[in-house]
């Protein structure tokens, strides 16, 4: 028995398959016999042997796979011909389908408008307190993603200039525009003594996504003076003792099987989100900066000496104005600035994340102690590699994502809908559990927003008064970490560069853009996430992801854990980079052809050139690194007085020394 064909037919309606399969679909020649979950082709060879095939389905995360055995000694004549026909045929009748969100009409709940599109995220989001407003909130953030992809060339205006404007007093001198990330970044810069101001579309302190991180990276906050290591335990729901990274392997050759990795200080630390923005919030009280919640932004008109704000308060309709030195746009993927500084460009990936806090999993299925960081319970499913991520939560909750890697394309944006009936349908594959009797404690969801840079210049995250962070300016790794991991770990530099730039009014364009988070060690490792991307429209081998990551986590897996939690933590080095590079491509040769399958040689020569910034980063830091910023330190008591602009450069370039490469330390 040999295997021959193993195929996804791109649909949840495996009875429809089945009935085509058995009863439509005619094969080029030979005998079919209807079997119970296919059908069995038997064809007499010119030899006078009889060959045998065997055609079957399964379903499994919503979708269905066809697979197809030689079950005879003998192989069949035509038998490629056969493959072939039934693979085109099965396409032909069962295309990709990307399916939009129904429009909700007037004085329709949103329960309503969904249920017959979307029949179990509506069953199980009227068990979730506040499901109803939640899931409006997924509809709202879909419709709005969908909008800025639909035809990026023509982004919303919502950035305005103005000229000759009269000089007036300022009322703040920075507005911060999203409440999550934005509240952390604005804490510090309160605490610096800015006057600040906070403006959120949702009620302050509600967060749709959950965070983790360790303590070493959480420690820079504490050692920079933003938080106190009381207030950081007190945070704290849950601390594991190992997370795991394991990928689906059923289906791979053997070389490409690979162990568990073991990764017990990624992502361990599970954060109350609530209770880290309560704090937050009496911090930006006590430093006397204002927090206009339930306030959707509209536009901000920049002048010579200030930007104006245009919002309305979604309770009352009233119009608010807001004038400040400065903007910093925090609104993550929703982000209409970022679509209009980029030209509608500002995201070429997304990863759509949707799960919920929950509790009621036997512990027989699932230890407190330990978490899934990354983890595969199946092949692609309708164009997607679905990923899941499992962390402890407090007390008894866990909190599970579900997401994919997705190149953003107009037909096909990526769908939180889609995803959330995936997870509420496939949750008991992933974990056996009982549906009806798991308790629902918070819906989370949302776009994680990357863009390949090519380098620090190459996505515009800055205009004159206004600055991008945290998803809206998606600089931050494309493997594990979000806006949230990439702002602990650069909230130091971008406060003291952005400090600097205040005290001197250095807030045109080209100085704002001195104030970014980027790495070329995490530019370089978007080729990795390309490959977690299926395009859309291509049919893939089921298995290819999987194998792909496989590859990857497999020899991490056989490497020291300080190798491991480099690599994952974006602190990877040129060397590193390139031994781990070369041992993926001698255990897997086909691993670059099929990157240049799934990436196209665009991207890949994009790739080269992001390389080649790495190499020249890694360079200057092997001769610069241990010297040169501390050097660069000593004179700012007589060049920053004389001149700001030349030392907000040098002050940038002295960070990027060591943290392009992954270096936090100095």
């Known amino acids: 028995m040999q295997q021959l064909l193993y195929i996804e037919i791109p649909t949840p309606q495996i009875e429809a398959v089945k009935t085509w399969l058995q009863f439509e679909y005619q094969p080029l020649f030979g005998k079919k016999s209807v079997a119970k979950h296919g059908f069995i082709l038997d064809r007499q060879n010119r030899s006078g042997a009889i060959a045998k095939l065997s055609i079957f389905l399964w379903t499994l995360q919503r979708t269905t796979y066809l697979k197809i055995f030689r079950w005879s000694e003998e192989i069949m004549d035509g038998e490629r011909e056969f493959l ?12 990709y389908e990307f399916k939009k969100p129904p429009a909700i009409a007037p004085n329709q709940s949103i329960f309503e408008a969904l249920a017959e599109q979307y029949p179990l995220t509506v069953k199980f989001f009227q068990r979730i307190p506040h499901g109803e407003y939640d899931l409006n909130r997924v509809y709202w953030w879909e419709k709005r993603w ?123 630390i599970a954060l109350d989100t609530h209770r880290l923005l309560e704090i937050c919030s009496k911090k930006l009280h006590e430093y006397g900066a204002v927090i206009c919640d339930r306030t959707e932004f509209e536009k901000v008109v920049v002048s010579e000496q200030s930007a104006t704000i245009f919002a309305k308060n979604l309770e009352t309709g009233a119009p608010v104005t807001i004038t400040s030195r400065l903007v910093i746009d925090a609104m993550g993927s929703a ?35 330990y978490g899934d960081v990354l983890f595969s319970h199946g092949d692609i499913s309708r164009g997607r590699q679905l990923i899941w991520e ?109 400090d600097t730039a205040l005290k001197h009014d250095l807030l045109k364009v080209d100085d704002l853009k001195q104030i970014n988070s980027y790495q070329s060690n995490i530019a370089v490792t978007w080729l990795f996430s390309k490959g977690m991307m299926v395009p859309t429209g291509m049919y893939l081998p089921p298995e290819r992801v999987n194998s792909m990551l496989n590859t990857f986590f497999g020899l991490l897996a056989d490497e020291p854990q300080p190798v491991s939690e480099r690599f994952i933590k974006d602190r990877l080095s040129w060397l590193m980079f390139n031994r781990l590079a070369l041992i993926a491509a001698f255990k897997n040769p086909k691993l670059l052809f099929w990157i240049l399958e799934m990436a ?48 907000l450069r040098l002050l940038s370039w002295s960070y990027a020394i060591n943290h392009s490469v992954g270096k936090f330390e100095s």
Not at 338 to 361: H, M, Y
């Open 335 to 369: 982000s209409a600035i970022a679509q209009q500084l980029n030209a509608g460009q500002a995201f070429d990936s997304v990863c759509p994340t949707v799960g919920a806090v929950l509790e009621g999993i036997e512990q027989s299925v699932w230890d407190s102690q």
């Open 390 to 498: 499992l962390f402890p939560a407090e007390q008894k909750e866990l909190t599970v994502y579900l997401f994919h890697y997705h190149q953003v394309h107009p037909e096909n944006p990526g769908s939180l809908l889609e995803m959330y009936e995936d997870f509420f349908a496939i949750l008991p594959e992933y974990r056996r559990c009982d549906m009806e009797k798991l308790v629902w404690k918070k819906a989370t969801f949302g776009y994680i927003t990357g863009h390949y840079s090519l380098n620090e210049n190459s996505k515009k995250s800055a205009f004159d008064r206004i600055l991008a962070i945290g998803d809206a300016a998606s600089l931050q790794s494309p493997l594990v970490f979000t806006g949230f991991g990439s702002l602990v770990r650069n909230l130091p530099r971008l406060a003291t560069l952005l």
């Open 146 to 268: 969908r909008e800025s992809v639909k035809s990026p060339e023509i982004p919303k205006n919502v950035i305005f200039t103005e000229i000759n404007s009269a000089k007036q007093d300022l009322q703040y001198d920075i507005v911060y525009l999203g409440g999550a990330l934005g509240a952390i970044h604005a804490a510090m810069m309160a605490k610096l003594g800015y006057r600040v101001c906070l403006v959120e579309r949702i009620p302050f302190g509600r967060m749709n996504r959950e965070w983790n991180i360790s303590r070493a990276e959480f420690q820079n906050l504490i050692d920079f003076g933003l938080f106190t290591a009381e207030e950081f335990e007190s945070m704290i729901t849950a601390e594991y003792v190992d997370g795991f990274n394991k990928f689906f392997d059923s289906n791979n050759p053997p070389h490409l099987k690979a162990n568990v990795l073991h990764t017990p200080t990624v992502l361990n």
């Open 600 to 647: 196209g040689s665009k991207d890949f020569l994009k790739w080269l050139s992001s390389y080649g910034a790495f190499t020249r980063s890694s360079f200057a830091n092997a001769l610069l690194g241990a010297w040169l910023p501390q050097l660069m330190r000593s004179c700012q008591t007589w060049l920053e007085p004389t001149n700001p602009r030349l030392w």
């Open 84 to 95: 072939d026909h039934l693979t085109k045929a099965s396409r032909q009748a069962f295309p």
